[in-house]
């Protein structure tokens, strides 16, 4: 099977800190991958180093065929990034934002033009299309912001916490976008603190004090730990970690 991103020994160091610590893992092309971790658990860290944001000290790791060491552009050039502020621009119009950012990702005008229309009559947003985004109910600009992530159709999405401070319903609207995103192709690698998510995702990795504590799917874990659900699992391997913030 191809593979998104191989992870073999990457660490990061700080002085003689080790805020990721010899983590090693795959995830599979158009595989829904949840990376997992208590505050100051590293993944914050480990996710910077993939997104091309900042050097490892030691380690290998490819992102889309890419090297992170050497290929950092390219890396960029072929992911998409969502983080919980949305990376939306507030005092731009949801059009503008189509435009600002499609232009960020290479497309043509004409590309562009028809992305931007599409997108629009997607999510429902005619009628919204030349309101400033600060005037969006949260939910509305978080499926803009992942609409707009994805726009250049690359071929991994990093979403960082993606639904904190959403409604229950409107977070699993917007795992339905998710799974239309791995239907297309792209890989998903999240984060979240939401452990009903935890199960919407094909595997998932849990980082503890910097480390791969676990790595499965959420039905192999949950039989592993012998527990009824993610949060069970989440709350043995998090009470070990000896170190808090990031």
Known sequence: MEKAIICKDLTKQFGDFAAVNKISFDVNAGEIFGFLGANGAGKTTAMRMLCGLSYPTSGEATVAGFNVYKQQDHIKRNIGYMSQKFSLYESLTVQENI???GGIYGL????LKDKSNSLIERLGLQAEAKKRVSELPLGWKQKLAFSVAIIHQPKIVFLDEPTGGVDPI??????????EAADDGITIFVTTHY???AEYC???????DGRVEALDTPTNLKHQYKVETMDEVFYQLARAA???GE
């Not at 043509?108 to 590309?111: L, N, R």
């Open 99 to 101: 435009r600002f950012f």
């Open 108 to 111: 043509s005008d004409k590309a």
């Open 170 to 179: 409107t977070r699993r609207q917007f795992w339905d976008l998710i799974y």
């Open 195 to 197: 452990m009903d998510e």
């Open 202 to 208: 094909n595997r998932i990795s849990i980082m503890v």
């Open 242 to 244: 000896k170190r808090s």
